[in-house]
């Protein structure tokens, strides 16, 4: 069997075993994602820890709450707010699935990120912030 040059290629699958401990990375990405659509930090500075369609999901997010905050007239401003919570599961061995709860200001939210392990190391596949 021939192996082709995409496949060469592709990402390799990495057990969770083989990952350092998640917790921080969630940590730092809900962070970042909330700067993010604050629009106090650069959405390409997130780039390495997406998988590219949820780095373009997030870049879209981002712009819809860039033109809401111009449309107010609103200026970024850094988000107050603390994780109460990481809820967590592994479905299979080189994913893991997680909820954070972070509480702001004037209302509590939920972000939900899927990691998977690939070429050694952790990676956003999915972000959904509720």
Do not use: C, K
């Not at 995409?6 to 083989?18: I, L, R």
């Not at 780095?55 to 007239?73: D, I, K, Y």
């Amino acid at each position: 069997m021939t192996t082709t040059l995409s496949e060469y290629f592709a990402p390799q699958p990495t057990s969770a075993a083989d990952l350092p401990d998640p917790v921080p990375l969630l940590r730092s990405l809900t962070q970042g994602v909330l700067e993010v659509l604050a629009g106090v930090r650069e959405v390409d500075q997130l780039a390495r820890w997406f998988s590219e369609e949820a780095f373009r999901a997030l870049v879209t997010r981002a712009n819809l709450s860039a033109r809401a905050r111009s449309a107010r007239g609103l200026a970024p401003t850094r988000p107050a707010f603390r994780i109460l919570s990481i809820h967590q599961s592994s479905p299979v061995d080189s994913a893991v699935e997680a909820a954070i709860v972070v509480a702001g200001p004037g209302r509590t939210r939920a972000v939900a990120i899927r990691l998977e392990g690939l070429d050694g190391r952790w990676r956003a596949s999915s972000l959904a912030v509720l």
